[in-house]
C-alpha cells in the first residue's frame, strides 16, 4: 500500500499524521530560534557547555519518562493524553518568549526540559494508536514507515521555515507559531473517531510484565521503572551470548559517543559560518546559519532512506561489510565537515553524511532484527536505545566542554574519528569472531 493510498483511504490515520506533521515542523521551528538564543546569551567561549546541557536537557526526559509514559499510554484513554500533551506544549512553548525577554539560560533548560518531558507521553501514546488506526499488517507497515519518513521531511522543512521566520521577523514570532502548531495537532486529534485504545487483555498484558493496576501509581511507577531496568539487563546478558549482536552493540556505542559530539556542535558551527557568510545582510545571521545546516541533515535523511533501501540489498553478510564501511564514511564525513571553511561546504557534506548515515543505520538494523529471537526482540531493541542514548548524553556534556576549551574543530574531529575506529572495529570483531568459529570447527574435527 502506498503512503497516498494510505492518507486517501483511512481517514483517521491522516488526522493523527496531519497532527504528526504539524508539531514535528513547530519542533524544528522552534529549534532554531532556541539554539541561536542560546548561543547567543553564553556568549563567546561558553557557547559549547550551554549548548550540550541544552541538548541533555532534550534527550534526557525521553530516556527517563519513556517507562512511566508507557505505563500511562496503557491505562488512559490516549486520544487525551495526546490533547493534554499538545495543550500543555503549547503553553509551555510560550515559557521561550521569557527566556528571550529575560536572557535566561536556566528558562531555557527548564522550559525545553519541560516540553520534551510531556513529549515523551504524547509520542508514547501515539505509537500504541496506530496499530488501533490500520485495519491490516499492509497498512500498519506503511503507516509505520510513513510516519518514521515525516520526521526526516519535517527536520528539513521546519528548519527552513524557522530559519526565515526568526531571521526576517524575529525569534518571539518563532515561539509564538510553535505553540499554535501544538493547538492545531490537538484539534487534529480530537476529530479521530476511532477508538484508540483496546480495554480487553491490558490488565492481564500489564500483569504479565509486573504492573499491577490495583497498586497505587507511585508503586506502579517503581514497578514500571524495575521491569525496566530488568529488561535492559536481560537484553544485554541475550546479546553477549550472539557474537554479531555483541559487535554491533559495542560499535553502537563507539558512534553514540562520536555522534553526540557532533549533535552538541553542529548549532554552534551554524552560528558560526553563519555569521561569516551572512553578516550585515540578515538581521540574525546565527539563525540563518543553523538553518542551513539543519536543512541539510533533513535533505540527507529524505535522499537516504530510498538509497539505503535499494544500497543494503542482499545477504547478511553483505550487510555487515556494508555497514561496517558505511560507518568509517560516517566518521570520515564528521572530520570533513569540521575542516570545511564556509556556510555552504559544510551543508553538502553533513548532507552526503546523512544519506549515508542512512545506509548503516539501515543495515545495522536489519541485521539486528534478522539475528533477534523474537521472543527477545523487544529487551534487545529497549538495550540498545538505552545503551546508545546513554553514551551520546555523556558525550555530549564532555564535547560541550571541551569545546569551550580546545575549539569546535578539533573536537568535531575527534568525534569523527571515534565512529571512523568504531567501523574499523565491526571489522576486526567480524574478523576475530570467524578466527573464533573456525577454531572451535578444528577442535572438533580432532
Known amino acids: ?62 530516556f527517563l519518562f519513556g517507562p512511566i509514559a508507557g505505563i500511562v499510554a496503557d491505562r488512559v484513554d490516549r486520544r487525551r ?23 535566561s539560560l536556566s528558562v531555557i533548560y527548564i522550559v525545553g526540559s519541560s516540553l520534551f518531558s510531556v513529549s515523551s507521553f ?35 522543512i521546519g528548519s527552513a521555515l524557522g530559519g526565515m521566520v526568526a531571521t526576517f521577523v524575529g525569534r518571539n514570532a518563532v515561539f509564538i507559531i510553535n505553540a499554535l502548531t501544538f493547538l492545531a495537532s490537538a484539534e487534529m486529534i480530537r476529530r479521530i473517531r476511532v477508538q484508540l485504545q483496546q480495554d480487553a487483555g491490558i490488565k492481564n498484558r ?11 501509581p507511585h508503586r506502579r511507577i517503581i514497578a514500571s521503572l524495575r521491569q525496566a531496568v530488568a529488561d535492559f539487563r536481560e537484553g544485554l546478558s541475550y546479546v553477549r551470548h550472539v557474537p554479531i549482536l ?14 553526540g559530539v557532533a549533535r552538541a556542535l553542529y548549532s554552534i558551527f551554524g552560528a558560526r559560518l553563519g555569521v561569516a557568510a551572512v553578516q550585515g545582510q540578515v538581521a540574525r545571521p546565527m539563525d540563518f ?16 532512506a530510498p538509497i539505503a533501501r535499494r544500497f543494503n540489498a542482499g545477504s547478511t553478510e553483505a550487510l555487515g561489510s556494508r555497514m561496517g564501511r558505511s560507518m568509517m564514511f560516517d566518521g570520515v564525513g564528521l572530520l570533513l565537515f569540521s575542516l570545511m571553511p564556509n556556510l555552504w561546504g559544510a551543508a553538502f557534506v553533513l548532507v552526503a553524511r546523512e544519506i549515508n548515515f542512512a545506509i548503516w543505520w539501515t ?6 532484527m534478522s539475528r533477534t529471537a523474537d521472543r527477545f526482540a523487544g529487551r534487545v531493541f529497549a538495550s ?63
Not at 387 to 416: C, E, H, K, N, Y
Open 206 to 216: 500489564s500483569l504479565e510484565r509486573g504492573v499491577h493496576f490495583a497498586s497505587p
Open 81 to 103: 493524553i495526546m490533547i493534554a500533551s499538545d495543550v500543555a506544549r503549547a503553553l509551555l512553548a510560550l515559557g521561550f518568549i521569557l527566556a528571550n525577554r529575560f536572557l
Open 246 to 259: 555483541s559487535a554491533v552493540f559495542i560499535v553502537a556505542c563507539g558512534w553514540g559517543l562520536g555522534n
Open 122 to 156: 504524547f509520542n508514547a501514546a501515539k505509537r500504541a494508536s496506530i496499530p488501533n488506526l490500520t485495519n491490516t499488517t499492509e497498512e500498519l507497515l506503511s503507516a509505520n514507515s510513513l510516519s518514521a519518513s515525516t520526521t526526516a521531511a519535517t527536520i528539513a
Open 289 to 304: 546559519g543553523i538553518s542551513v545546516l539543519f536543512v541539510a541533515m533533513g535533505l540527507g535523511g529524505v535522499l537516504g
Open 384 to 446: 540498545y536505545e538505552t545503551l546508545t542514548t546513554l553514551a551520546m548524553v555523556s558525550s555530549m556534556l564532555v564535547s560541550g566542554a571541551a569545546a569551550d576549551r580546545f575549539g569546535i574543530r578539533p573536537v568535531a574531529g575527534a568525534g569523527g574519528a571515534c565512529i571512523a575506529l568504531s567501523g574499523l572495529m565491526w571489522f576486526w570483531l567480524k574478523h576475530r569472531q570467524r578466527a573464533s568459529e573456525q577454531s572451535r570447527a578444528e577442535d572438533f574435527s580432532t
Open 363 to 368: 543495515a545495522q538494523q536489519t541485521i539486528v
Open 1 to 62: 500500500m502506498t503512503f497516498r493510498e494510505l492518507l486517501k483511504a483511512n481517514a483517521d490515520f491522516r488526522r493523527l499524521w496531519s497532527g504528526q506533521v504539524i508539531s514535528e515542523i513547530g519542533d524544528w521551528l522552534n529549534n532554531i530560534a532556541v539554539l541561536a538564543l542560546t548561543i547567543e546569551i553564553a556568549g563567546a567561549g561558553h557557547e559549547g557547555l550551554a549548548i550540550a546541557i541544552y541538548a541533555i536537557a532534550r534527550h534526557l526526559p525521553l
